[in-house]
């Protein structure tokens, strides 16, 4: 509390913008992963990205080193528009007291990341349809191969209206949802505790960077599964009307993935998951708490 929700929002974008330019290569890395064997069973289909090292390793030999920074442009609109919004409608309920209520902070986090979710969907959107671009070879998933950020933005709205901007958010909706539930709920509770029993100061980098620490474990485990949904239901190959052309939404995408790549398959990726989550937990918390202080 003591900020502003404005400020906040500002705050907010800038710490996940700060954490986005760091954690973008693994976000590149944990996209190609999920997208691989796409509603393949195990063990038919060539891997071309074989866990987060050798994963990074092949995009930068079918894209070069600027191969892992790909979508940033709209990695950093989407941080900036979903985290702004995410941390403005936290702080408002922070302000109101909704958070002393049992089970406030849960709530108020859930809200918040979802609000945040529709508002940043767009960017997400075209983010996902750029680092899924590589090589032939190296492809998984579908390729939209677009020029740019503004040219894929045109694409979109060319062909399917300011509706086809909003595609995929329904898996976005519960991934952004259930993450800032998960990750303001333990990231608050952490700091807290580890200061309780006296391991690090009040206010002191070392209980943030734990608090945020304990968070990123924390969404990493619940939030796999959505972070694969949402990819493959943005990613998807669309009609011309914009009905999706392997999904139909978000419960088809779970029955699909689930009977056809094994439950398994719902968490294809989470070392890229936990490698960026938990980073990106830890630098735009940090980063929000360090310029709140401030």
Not at 132 to 146: E, P, R
Request: charged share 15%.
């Amino acid at each position: 509390g003591g900020v502003p929700p404005a400020t906040d929002l500002v705050l907010g974008a800038t710490a996940g913008c700060l954490a986005c330019f760091l954690t973008n290569p693994l976000e590149v890395v944990k996209t190609r992963l999920q997208l691989q064997g796409e509603l393949q069973p195990p063990g038919t289909y060539p891997r071309p990205y074989r866990g987060v090292l050798r994963a990074a390793v092949a995009v930068c030999r079918a894209d070069g080193l600027r191969g892992l920074q790909k979508g940033l442009a709209a990695g950093l609109l989407y941080q900036g528009l979903m985290n702004g919004v995410r941390f403005y409608c936290y702080s408002h309920a922070e302000d109101a007291g909704w958070t002393e209520y049992p089970g406030g902070t849960v709530a108020a986090g859930a809200v918040a990341g979802a609000v945040g979710a529709i508002v940043g969907s767009p960017a997400y959107l075209v983010k996902t349809h750029l680092q899924a671009q590589t090589l032939s070879t190296m492809a998984v998933g579908h390729q939209h191969n677009h020029e740019s950020i503004s040219g894929a933005f045109k694409s979109i709205y060319q062909q399917h209206g300011v509706v086809g901007l909003w595609r995929g958010v329904t898996g976005a909706v519960p991934r952004v949802a259930v993450g800032s539930a998960v990750q303001l709920a333990t990231f608050a509770s952490a700091k807290d505790w580890v200061c309780e029993r006296q391991w690090f100061r009040k206010g002191s980098w070392a209980a943030v960077l734990a608090g945020g620490m304990v968070s990123g474990v924390a969404v990493a485990v619940t939030m796999t599964p959505f972070d694969v949904i949402s990819t493959r239901l943005y990613n998807q190959p669309v009609d011309a009307d914009g009905t999706g052309k392997l999904y139909r939404g978000f419960l088809d995408c779970i029955l699909q993935i689930s009977s056809k790549e094994g439950l398994l398959g719902l968490y294809k990726g989470i070392g890229a998951v936990y490698l960026r989550l938990g980073p990106h937990t830890v630098l735009s918390l940090f980063f929000w708490d360090k310029l709140r202080n401030m």
